[in-house]
């Protein structure tokens, strides 16, 4: 079966959102790459600061999610961080664990729907991370 993993794109705060996302999801990086690594000259102007930004990083979730992001270099334009459009649902295997994720990814964050028994049978919430990232937090005891 196809799974699908998040991607997510920041501007120049990759390393930092994601050092953030792993103190609440645990685990180590999978993978951390950034410009500058990339062998031979790779055709695109970089400055030292943005040869210093993350290319690509991957955090390991749960049993068999990735969340990947990276930084867009300044000459790609910029991400509108207000303007996501899209969620990431995270279905949480515990109450225990739906808190875990949804306060510890709220801090400095605004919540629009607070975590608790929702109509249709699961407990859910709703917020956007300090980082503009818009995320769902459900756990369905069912």
């Known amino acids: ?3 699908i993993n998040p991607y997510l794109h920041f ?3 990759a390393e930092e959102a994601f050092t ?3 103190s609440v ?3 180590e990086f999978a993978m951390l790459v950034r410009f500058k690594d990339m062998p031979g000259d790779p055709g695109i102007p970089l400055n030292e600061d943005e040869a210093n930004k993350i290319m690509h990083i991957a955090l390991p979730v749960g049993k068999s999610n990735v969340l990947m992001g990276s930084d867009v270099p300044s000459f790609m334009g910029q991400v509108n961080e207000n ?3 899209s969620k990431i649902s995270i279905s949480a295997e515990s109450k ?3 808190d875990k994720i949804f306060y510890g990814l709220t801090a ?4 629009e729907m607070p975590i608790a028994d929702s109509p249709w049978g699961s407990y859910f919430g709703m917020f956007r991370d300090k980082y503009g990232i818009e995320w769902m937090v459900d756990f ?3």
Not at 108 to 111: A, E, L, N, S
């Open 83 to 85: 303007e996501n459009r």
């Open 1 to 3: 079966m196809a799974q």
């Open 25 to 27: 999801f645990g685990n």
């Open 140 to 142: 369905d005891p069912k």
């Open 20 to 22: 953030f996302y792993k």
């Open 11 to 13: 501007n120049g705060n």
């Open 108 to 111: 400095g964050g605004k919540v």
């Open 96 to 98: 225990e664990e739906a």
